[in-house]
């Protein structure tokens, strides 16, 4: 069992930049690729960016492409998303997710909801125009 706790949201101005970070709980990090998705308002939850369990590789969705960064430290179990040039679009409640993958080293990117294992609770982020 992961348990996953995100923190680092908050309301930034058109512009600014946020960084999100996703604490994992259990020793197994290293097993498990992490996603970042969002939901905004009357909205479906949508993938954002995926790391995978070595770093290396990623990938993201082509709205955040070139503005966010997700980066994972596999020592600390964490996960982080760097999200620069923020626009109101992006104001969305955001979530980390993991993926058992065990010592896969495949570089397929998973972007739907349910080829997740686990996800956290969520934080918000405001962009304000």
């Known amino acids: 069992q992961v348990q996953l706790v995100e923190s680092g949201g908050g309301l930034v101005q058109a512009g600014g930049s946020l960084r999100l970070s996703c604490a994992a709980s259990?020793?197994?990090?290293?097993?498990?690729?992490m996603g970042w998705f969002r939901q905004a308002p009357g909205k479906e939850r949508e993938f954002v960016a995926w790391?995978?369990?070595?770093?290396?590789?990623?990938y993201y969705a082509d709205s955040v492409k070139g503005r966010f960064t997700i980066s994972r430290d596999n020592a600390k179990n964490t996960v982080y998303l760097q999200m620069n040039s923020l626009n109101p679009e992006d104001t969305a409640v955001y979530y980390c997710?993991?993926?058992?993958?065990?010592?896969?080293?495949?570089?397929?990117?998973?972007?739907?909801?349910?080829?997740?294992?686990?996800w956290g609770q969520g934080t918000q982020v405001t962009v304000s125009s």
């Open positions: 997710a993991a993926r058992y993958i065990g010592y896969s080293t495949s570089p397929y990117s998973p972007r739907g909801l349910k080829e997740y294992n686990y």
């Open positions: 790391i995978s369990r070595s770093s290396g590789n990623t």
């Open positions: 259990g020793r197994t990090f290293s097993s498990y690729a």
